[in-house]
């Protein structure tokens, strides 16, 4: 059965840092493409950041650049998101998911249920 399931997210002050973690059961993350997204209340649900298994490439969506990033250990199974520099509009429920195949576009296979994190003084 394949499972997702995040973590970390919590309340934070503004220029703070967090690290999500997401950690995969089912099946070996290192074949898939893996992706972060967020949605917050009232907005649409975007991709913040992706992982290929490929070549191991990376994705930022441009609100995130240079203050988010991607990694992965295969060896934990698991999917980590870095966000630094954290400012209140970054405030959502954050949501990994795997892609059906090694690269970040594509139909996504599974999600895991959130964590949310909040910016705010």
């Known amino acids: 059965q394949v499972q997702l399931v995040e973590s970390g997210g919590a309340l934070v002050q503004p220029g703070g840092s967090l690290r999500l973690s997401c950690a995969a059961s089912g099946f070996t993350l290192s074949y898939y493409a893996i992706g972060w997204f967020r949605q917050a209340p009232g907005k649409e649900r975007e991709r913040v950041s992706c992982?290929?298994?490929?070549?191991?490439?990376?994705y930022y969506a441009d609100s995130v650049k240079g203050r988010f990033t991607i990694s992965r250990d295969n060896a934990k199974n698991t999917v980590y998101l870095q966000m630094n520099s954290l400012k209140p509009e970054d405030t959502a429920n954050y949501y990994c998911?795997?892609?059906?195949?090694?690269?970040?576009?594509?139909?996504?296979?599974?999600w895991g249920q959130g964590t949310l994190v909040t910016v705010s003084s």
């Open positions: 998911a795997v892609y059906n195949i090694d690269r970040c576009h594509g139909p996504l296979d599974a």
């Open positions: 992982i290929s298994s490929s070549d191991g490439s990376t």
